[in-house]
């Protein structure tokens, strides 16, 4: 059973910090997807990592796929009120022909002015 | 363009009830997906349907059931409502019915309460 763990599970900081979110697995995934997810909306992507080792950019987050597509990592930097949500990877097995993604549990994160 | 839309936004059943709950994918979208998200937790694939077949299917019981109609409107239909079953039902649409590697677009999911 492929799983993916986050961490951490609960993030609270202050404006202006920068912070980064882990996501792991024993299991490779061929491709590994970012979701933000704000209270009573559906997941909204971030970005997708397709190749070991991409390093993609968006503003102030970065987005790292590891070099043996077991692991990502998300970091923020200058933390925002704005950036206040559930962070969530998702990742597509490497023998998947469907459309099925696997998430991990979230990283819930509070940026306090 | 109207993104995925669901229905009912919130509802509430007792347990042994029967639910259907609806989605709309972005038109053009021919893939509908469902997952479950419980409180505190990352959404869970249940089915996932492409030009009206099935094309995947999570760790579910057989309680759980989907279609997709012509339009690629679809429905998930849940018997016999357990507590557990409480959750957020998201719907995905996406361009393509293969490997995940494309971006789903997510309702804003079907709140399901079970008392």
């Known amino acids: 059973t492929q799983l993916l763990e986050q961490s951490p599970q609960f993030l609270s900081i202050q404006e202006g910090e920068n912070l980064t979110v882990y996501c792991n697995s024993s299991s490779v995934f061929s491709s590994l997807q970012w979701y933000r997810q704000e209270p009573g909306e559906g997941p909204v992507l971030l970005v997708t990592?397709?190749?070991?080792?991409e390093v993609k950019k968006l503003k102030r987050l970065t987005f790292q796929f590891g070099d043996a597509r077991k692991d990502s990592s998300l970091h923020i930097t200058a933390a925002q009120p704005g950036d206040t949500g559930l962070y969530l990877c998702a990742g597509a097995g490497p023998s998947s022909n469907t459309g099925k993604l696997i998430f991990g549990q979230g990283t819930t994160l509070q940026v306090k002015p | 363009d109207a993104g995925v839309t669901q229905s009912p936004t919130h509802l509430i059943k007792t347990r042994g009830q029967h639910v259907t709950l609806r989605c709309s994918p972005i038109s053009g979208h021919k893939s509908v997906s469902w997952y479950q998200q419980v409180l505190g937790q990352g959404p869970q694939f249940i089915f996932q349907?492409?030009?009206?077949?099935?094309?995947g299917r999570g760790n579910f019981p057989d309680r759980f059931s989907a279609r997709q109609f012509p339009n690629y409107s679809s429905e998930l239909n849940v018997n016999a409502l357990l507590l557990g079953d409480s959750a957020l039902y998201l719907c995905?649409?996406?361009?393509?019915?293969?490997?995940?590697?494309?971006?789903?677009?997510f309702g804003e999911g079907s709140r399901l309460t079970v008392l």
């Open positions: 349907y492409y030009e009206k077949e099935e094309r």
């Open positions: 995905a649409s996406s361009l393509f019915g293969g490997r995940a590697t494309g971006e789903l677009f």
């Open positions: 990592v397709v190749t070991g080792g």
